[in-house]
T-cell receptor, first 114, second 110 residues
Framework: NAGVTQTPKFRILKIGQSMTLQCTQD?????MYWYRQDPGMGLKLIYYSVGAGITDKGEVPNGYNVSRSTTEDFPLRLELAAPSQTSVYFC?????????????FGPGTRLTVL | TQLLEQSPQFLSIQEGENLTVYCNSS?????LQWYRQEPGEGPVLLVT?????EVKKLKRLTFQFGDARKDSSLHITAAQPGDTGLYLCAGAFGNEKLTFGTGTRLTIIP
């Protein structure tokens, strides 16, 4: 199993450009999450999904959009990139009711907006 | 917004020493997790604690959940260079969403 995969690993955007960060999991998890991690900080929840067709805002959703058309995929869209969106983005998945409620994380996408 | 504060923010100690890091909140958790994150990677779960007063051991790591379920600690005995990393606590408040703490960056000097 590959677990949670994210692409790209690195990306540099100019202000105002748009891009989609891809996330795929092969564990058949219903729950998926997008976090951002700023230097030296913990993770902040951007959006999450409890199943295909269902998404909800997290703590810092402004400037982002998501969709969940399949169980496996949970892409994150940045429409008008701003320097404040420079960060490392992590996708995670989990299975509701699983004993220890573990979230499995991808390796991250490092995004710089100049 | 529930806040989880971790202390210390940075800790650098010699190999073989003991250390404790803390995670505190003014809110009651339904469960609390500790993750370790290494550079360039995503966090990896170490433990989940659910019951107030619960103590769990993972080799040289001891995790304790406060009686009131508002705080937690991680104690490492005889630290080794492989323990180096960013330690994150994460609290659940009744649903599947987690709120992450600010993190403790631990460096073990050989």
């Amino acid at each position: 199993n590959a677990g949670v995969t994210q692409t790209p690993k690195f990306r540099i955007l100019k202000i105002g450009q748009s891009m989609t960060l891809q996330c795929t999991q092969d564990m058949n998890h219903n729950y998926m999450y997008w976090y951002r991690q700023d230097p030296g900080m913990g993770l902040k929840l951007i959006y999450y999904s409890v199943g295909a067709g269902i998404t909800d805002k997290g703590e810092v959703p402004n400037g982002y959009n998501v969709s969940r058309s399949t169980t496996e995929d949970f892409p994150l869209r940045l429409e008008l990139a701003a320097p404040s969106q420079t960060s490392v983005y992590f996708c995670a998945s989990s299975s509701p009711g699983q004993g220890d409620r573990e979230q499995f994380f991808g390796p991250g996408t490092r995004l710089t907006v100049l | 917004t529930q806040l989880l504060e971790q202390s210390p923010q940075f800790l650098s100690i010699q190999e073989g020493e003991n250390l404790t890091v803390y995670c505190n909140s003014s809110s009651v958790f339904s469960s609390l997790q500790w993750y370790r994150q290494e550079p360039g990677e995503g966090p990896v779960l170490l433990v989940t604690v659910v019951t107030g007063g619960e103590v769990k051991k993972l080799k040289r790591l001891t995790f304790q959940f406060g009686d009131a379920r508002k705080d937690s600690s991680l104690h490492i005995t005889a630290a080794q260079p492989g323990d180096t990393g960013l330690y994150l606590c994460a609290g659940a408040f009744g649903n599947e969403k987690l709120t992450f703490g600010t993190g403790t960056r631990l460096t073990i000097i050989p």
